[in-house]
């Protein structure tokens, strides 16, 4: 999977510090949303290697949790 976009881990006392209002989810199951065009990219959680689709939004979001592990990461 050459277009999966790998994650860096943000660590536990990072993560306490970041805005939840600016968290992803890396979700593993297809969004339930209809009729809205969504840009989803295969972002792999670098916590525990599940590949996920996520949002990727610089100005909506700045991190995201894995929807496998909940760790959080950068994508």
Do not use: H
Not at 11 to 24: C, H, N, T
Not at 50 to 56: A, D, L, P, Q, T
């Amino acid at each position: 999977m050459s277009n999966v976009k790998k994650g860096t881990k943000i660590q536990p006392d990072e993560a306490k510090k970041l805005d939840p209002a600016k968290r992803g989810l890396a979700t593993s199951q297809a969004p339930e949303v209809e009729g809205q065009e969504l840009v989803l990219t295969l972002t792999e959680c670098p916590w525990c290697g599940n590949v996920g689709r996520s949002v990727i939004d610089t100005e909506k979001y700045n991190w995201y949790e894995c929807g496998n592990c909940g760790r959080p990461f950068r994508a």
